[in-house]
């Protein structure tokens, strides 16, 4: 039920107010928290504190504090202070570290009843940050010699059923060479099998990686079981929808769905046939020593395999573009390491296959078939590297709860806005930065859904460094950053498995200087006004048109009654000046995952407003009488 009321609580001015010009009734907003949302700490914290903005009514047991696994935390009945803003309730057992839900339901002014939730951590730390690296290699060695055993199979039944319908046509009264089908099949069926043992034994259940073996494993089977009784188009059939199953297992295949799997897929086909063709003619030529030459086959084979490499090798460096955020990855990973092996093996497989190109006319059959030989070599090695990159984890993190940050010391500067349907909130502290991920299914926030699967990367535009982002929690990921003094900006490229992702930047001017009486300010200007007029645009996607904008006049004490920030306690607030006297005002709650950015005039009336939630971006224009 978490961010239920999101438009009621991030919007100065609801929808209803737009239609009908009435005084707006907004619900509460949590301002500060303590301990503080998303945030971990050292040891029990003796009470568990919640401020809003205006006063609340809370039954004695409103609050309800659950551990990692759903269990009931003691505390005592809640307590009110501050005339009903500030609510209280006090812990009455040691706190194991690990994470915590916090379930409050509060009764507004209006009448409404508000519920939602937050977590904390304690005895909590964030991951090191030292690489961008994430994942388990429990098992490495084994995975990646199964995952290779599997491309093997699939490459001999794909490349076999190719090659043999290229010899059927071009040399048809050559010596066929034992068929492979059968055991093939059984290779690649094992293999699966073996993966999907090792699934069910690591995580407890099948989940959707078990589930793609069990599909690979079953289809692997088919061909295992009938052998040579299967035409050539039924193994490559076979061939072929196992091939997307496993593209969709693979790296890109689960950060980047169907356009991912899909890559993958193209890639895996024309390998299967580059690499299967080749040694299918090779055991052809090998069982017609001294008899048919199979030179015509190799010639019929060459004409395509061009398009072959050229396919092998766009596929590939799309593949590695999605995969690796920044070239830095390249050498600070295994991952990243690996990937450049590979790139240097297919160089070197494409330098044979032009040498044997440019041989098949002149050359001797043998010295041809030394070459593939050499070639076939390179490109199982090849095949193993890619074993070794499924296996390995990607440069990208992925989401996890691996621990949450404690709070960063000192100035802190809090933006926010939308990447399609995802909120990016970050806050860049001294030598941190440190991004906050929330989608519209506010439940995967806590304890209610399984958060998405993140991936995301981000770099400082102006110097082009990738920043090193760990998981820190769910929808958290925090990096080193050297700040340097002045301008910069920090792109962030985030997508989310059911969501629509983009592209976002932000401007960080360090160091920044704070305020605590910029919103006092602001509020006291605003509460002054007689009337104006708010033209608001709210958007709950970026990479849909904008809504059409609408006004409405509004007085300043409605305005405030509205807003989030309507009182104390005030956040810390940045505050940059702009030319003609204005100053832009940046800061965020992050109890609500709120961030509010204003641009003010001389005398501190609000200019623009841009206020970016969980579910939507909002954007706000203010106009007033001469």
Not at 328 to 333: A, D, F, N, P, Q
Not at 491 to 505: L, M, P, Y
Request: glycine share 10%; aromatic share 6%; with cysteine.
């Amino acid at each position: 039920m978490s961010r239920r009321r999101w438009a009621l609580v991030a919007c100065v001015v609801p929808v209803l107010l737009f239609a009908t010009a009435s005084p707006a009734s907004a619900h509460p907003t949590l301002l500060s928290t303590t301990p503080a949302a998303g945030y971990s700490v050292a040891s029990t914290p003796s009470a568990i504190t919640m401020v809003f903005d205006e006063p609340v009514s809370v039954a004695p047991h409103g609050v309800r504090v659950d551990d990692g696994s759903g269990h009931a935390v003691g505390t005592s009945d809640v307590a009110s202070e501050q005339g009903g803003r500030r609510v209280v309730v006090n812990t009455l057992e040691a706190l194991r570290a690990g994470r915590y839900v916090v379930h409050w339901e509060v009764t507004a002014q209006d009448g409404d009843v508000v519920a939602a939730d937050f977590d904390f951590a304690v005895g909590t730390a964030a991951v090191e940050l030292s690489g961008a690296e994430s994942g388990s290699s429990s098992g490495f060695p084994l995975i990646a010699l199964l995952r290779w055993l599997f491309v093997l199979s699939l490459i001999a039944l794909l490349g076999g059923a190719v090659g043999e319908r290229i010899v059927h046509r071009a040399v048809p009264a050559a010596t066929r060479p034992r068929s492979l089908v059968r055991v093939s099949g059984a290779v690649g069926s094992l293999a699966a099998a073996s993966l999907l043992v090792y699934v069910v034994v690591a995580t407890g259940g099948f989940g959707r990686a078990g589930i793609l073996l069990a599909v690979e494993a079953a289809g692997l089977a088919v061909p295992a079981v009938l052998g040579q009784r299967m035409r050539w188009w039924m193994v490559a059939t076979t061939a072929l929808v196992v091939i997307p199953v496993e593209a969709l297992r693979n790296h890109l295949g689960s950060q980047h769905g169907v356009t991912g799997a899909l890559v993958v897929a193209i890639h895996l086909v024309a390998l299967s046939v580059w690499l299967g063709v080749l040694f299918h003619l090779l055991r052809v030529a090998r069982a017609n020593a001294g008899g048919a030459s199979v030179r015509r086959a190799f010639t019929t084979y060459s004409r395509f395999a061009v398009v072959l490499f050229f396919v092998v090798a766009v596929s590939g460096s799309v593949g590695a573009l999605m995969v690796v955020p920044s070239l830095g990855t390249l050498s600070s990973t295994a991952y990243g390491r690996t990937l450049l092996a590979k790139v240097g093996l297919v160089t070197a497989v494409a330098v044979l296959a032009w040498r044997v190109r440019r041989r098949l006319l002149s050359a001797t059959g043998s010295f041809v078939t030394r070459l593939v030989r050499v070639e076939i070599v390179v490109l199982v090695v090849v095949l193993a590297a890619s074993a070794v990159l499924i296996s390995l984890p990607s440069p990208e993190p992925a989401t996890a709860d691996l621990g949450y940050p404690t709070q960063a010391a000192g100035p802190v500067i809090r933006l926010g806005g939308l990447a399609g349907q995802i909120a990016v909130g970050i806050a860049a502290s001294e030598n941190q930065l440190e991004v906050r991920l929330h989608t519209p299914d506010g439940d995967t926030d806590t304890n209610d859904a399984k958060p998405p699967a993140f991936h995301l990367a981000a770099k400082l535009s102006g110097r082009g460094e990738a920043v090193n982002l760990q998981p820190c929690g769910r929808g958290c990921f925090v990096g080193p950053v050297s700040w340097t003094a002045g301008l910069e900006h920090v792109e962030v490229r985030v997508d989310a498995t059911g969501w629509h992702g983009g592209i976002i930047s932000f401007p960080i001017r360090w160091a920044p200087h704070l305020s605590r009486d910029a919103l006092p300010r602001v509020r006291n200007v605003m509460l002054a006004q007689k009337t104006f007029r708010v033209v608001e645009s709210i958007t709950s996607d970026t990479t849909a048109p904008t809504p059409a904008a609408q006004s409405v006049t509004i007085d300043g004490p409605e305005f405030i009654d509205g807003d989030p920030y309507a009182g104390p306690p005030d956040p810390d607030v940045v505050v940059e000046p702009r030319p003609g006297g204005h100053h832009l005002l940046t800061f965020g709650l992050p109890a609500e995952g709120i961030q509010v950015e204003l641009e003010v005039d001389a005398s501190y009336r609000i200019v623009h407003e841009t206020l970016a939630a969980p579910n939507h971006l909002a954007t706000r224009t203010f106009k007033y009488s001469r």
